[in-house]
Each structure stands twice: as C-alpha cells, then as structure tokens.
C-alpha cells in the first residue's frame, strides 16, 4: 500500500471512531492554555499511531496529542498528526472538524490527508500529483481582489481597529478547523485563509500540500513557506490564498512579523 492510500484508510478510520465516541458522550479535559482535549482526540490519536507505525515503522511521528520525541528529528520522513483539527468545532456539534495526516520527507510535506467526516469531505494531495476533493481534481480559484472575496477566519480579526489598513469589505465565515479553511481555498468555495497567530505544523502539513498542490499560496506573513520537522514545530501565521490575492494579503499583515 502506498503512503496515499495508507493515510487515506486510516484517516476515515479515526474520524469514524472520532464520531462514534461523540455520540456515545465525551470525556472533556483542559490543556495548558484552556485547550480542550476529549477521549475521541486520544482515541482517534492512538488508532492512527499504531495504524501508521506498523506499517512504516521507520518514520517518525508528530501529533497533537502525543509527547514530541525529539528522535524525530533523525527520520527523513515522519507523520505529522492532527486527530482532531477543531475540537471546539468537534465539542459544540458543528461540522467544521477533520482529522489531518501528512507525510513529511525532509523539510516539506509529500503525502497529505484531510478527512471531514461530519461534510462527508475528503482533500488528498501527493507531491506533484495535484490535488483531489473525494477523487475529483480541484483547483484553487481566480479571484484577483480583496473586495467582496471570500475569507476562512473569524469575523471579528478583520473589523479590528488595529489593523493599518483596514480590510475591505469581505465575506468572512468561520470554519474552527484550519486544515478544513486551507482545503476550503484549495477547492475554490473560498478565496483565502489568513490567521495571523502562530501554528502548529500539524495544523498545518496535510493542508499545506493540498493547497499548494491545487495552486494556492500558502505561507506565513513575511511570505515565507512553511518548513517542518524542525525542533520547534510552529509557523509563525497562515496566510493561504489565491495566487493573485497574495501580495493585497501580505502588504496588510506584514507589520505584524516582528511581534511573532
């Protein structure tokens, strides 16, 4: 079995077991920082771990949900591991929740994963293969201005006083998941994700390549991509977006930088 049809079977496996334990009725605890973690994130953690493992027990492993072994760092390829990409979303019955998989080989992710059980969606991506909404091939879309353009993000974030410039008038929609935002740009139904926060890599990896792989921009506000597997596994922001929304985007955040 190749690393895409790995990634895929075990992706729909814990999102069903994910949604299982939900309706059974979740087990809720608190992470530093008041980050909520139920048993369904621990559960669909370990079924992907041993899933995975077993079958390429020479890759390392990044999760959420399991202590960072730095032994990581010597692997040239190494899982990087969401269960549960928007657990509030996952916690509140909202749909916007997804498991996300990738492969890393080096810095970069090859292989990615995003499953949303609760839309019956699933984005895969390999390295120079394109990008596919369950099998059909999809692109990121056209738009070449800010005004009236679709934006993942919170509403709030974009009618902040603080911002130098203020944003145009967007259509703004949350989707709790970051994963399920940057798949959304991916496939067209929106026109940029931008979080001007710092992210984890598993947050990130799987979305990053379906994106990329479907035509977007998808990096931090300085404009940089991401690189992953590194000691510390967080981006600085997300910004991902149609190609020619890119330098309207970054001109807007890039004060920002030195504060991350």
Same mark, same amino acid.
């Given at each position: 079995?190749?690393?895409?049809? $790995?990634?895929?079977? &075990?992706? %729909?496996?814990? /999102? ?6 939900r +309706? ?61 990409d928007?657990t ?19 810095e970069?992710?090859?292989?990615g994963v995003?499953?949303?059980?609760e ?10 293969q394109?990008a596919? $909404?369950?099998g059909? &091939?999809i %692109?990121?879309? /056209? ?6 353009? +679709? ?5 709030n ?35 940029a ?17 379906i ?13 940089q991509t991401?690189r992953?597997?590194?000691p ?19 001109d807007?955040?890039?004060h ?5």
């Amino acid at each position: 079995m190749d690393d895409l049809a $790995l990634l895929l079977d &075990a992706a %729909r496996e814990a /999102g069903e077991l994910a949604g299982k334990l939900r +309706r059974q009725g979740l087990e809720i605890e608190y992470k530093a920082g008041n980050s909520p973690v139920t048993n369904a994130d621990l559960a669909a953690d370990r079924l992907l771990k041993e899933r995975l493992l077993t079958a390429r027990p020479n890759y390392g492993w990044l999760s959420e949900e399991t202590a960072d072994d730095p032994a990581r760092l010597a692997q040239q390829r190494i899982f990087v591991v969401d269960p549960i990409d928007g657990t509030r979303a996952f916690l509140n019955d909202r749909p916007w929740w997804a498991v996300s998989v990738a492969v890393v080989d080096g810095e970069r992710p090859v292989t990615g994963v995003v499953f949303a059980p609760e839309v019956g969606e699933t984005y895969a991506a390999h390295a120079g293969q394109g990008a596919t $909404l369950d099998g059909e &091939a999809i %692109r990121v879309g /056209g738009r070449e201005t800010l005004e009236a353009c +679709r934006m993942a993000g919170d509403p709030n974030l974009f009618r902040h006083p603080s911002w130098p410039t203020p944003w145009p008038e967007m259509q703004v929609e949350a989707r709790n998941s970051t994963a399920y935002r940057m798949c959304l740009v991916a496939g067209g139904q929106f026109d940029a994700a931008v979080a001007p926060v710092a992210k984890h890599d598993w947050d990130l990896a799987a979305a990053d390549l379906i994106a990329t792989e479907a035509g977007a921009f998808v990096g931090d506000h300085h404009g940089q991509t991401f690189r992953y597997n590194r000691p510390k596994p967080v981006q600085a922001s997300l910004v991902c977006c149609a190609p020619a929304l890119t330098p309207l985007i970054l001109d807007r955040v890039r004060h920002i930088g030195s504060a991350n």
